[in-house]
């Protein structure tokens, strides 16, 4: 038996989305734990968004709970990144994640970006690549705290 949703998440109910709307840290702490399996910490989100960021989305419910969160970081040009797109479990499966990639992608068009990034773990590739329209790239990624290999001081550099 499954359980219902929770009060304002509802299919019929149709969240409320904000391009740079305010949030408490604690509120999108509490959702990223949530989203991304790890303990609630005390992160400023509120802080690292303000001054790193192009702008975020936020998704609320009827009653004002935040349901989704996407961060857009940029290079301060033609490049804007995702990160951290985060959807409740109560919400999942009606949209709200594809609602906040697209009007992410409006913030940062809006604001003279011609290219939006995604990092993405390979299940998701359906989801931004076929449902969003993103197309694979090929990526680099390197560890840069003390737990992974160092860089390869032998390697030339671009």
Do not use: K, Q
């Amino acid at each position: 038996m499954t359980s219902p949703p929770s009060p304002g998440t509802g299919p019929d109910v149709s969240p409320v989305y904000g391009w740079r709307a305010p949030f408490l840290s604690a509120e999108a702490e509490a959702l990223h734990a949530e989203g991304f399996g790890h303990p609630v910490g005390e992160h400023d989100w509120w802080a690292r968004f303000t001054a790193h960021s192009l702008g975020w989305v936020c998704a609320r419910d009827r009653e004002g709970t935040l349901i989704g969160l996407v961060n857009v970081a940029w290079d301060g040009g033609e490049h804007a990144f995702l990160l951290d797109t985060v959807v409740a479990r109560a919400a999942r499966g009606r949209g709200v994640g594809r609602e906040l990639v697209r009007r992410a992608a409006e913030g940062a068009r809006a604001a003279g970006c011609g290219w939006l990034h995604v990092d993405h773990e390979p299940g998701l590739g359906a989801f931004y690549d076929a449902s969003l329209g993103f197309r694979p790239t090929e990526a680099g990624l390197v560890r840069l705290d003390r737990t992974g290999p160092a860089p390869d001081a032998r390697r030339p550099g671009p």
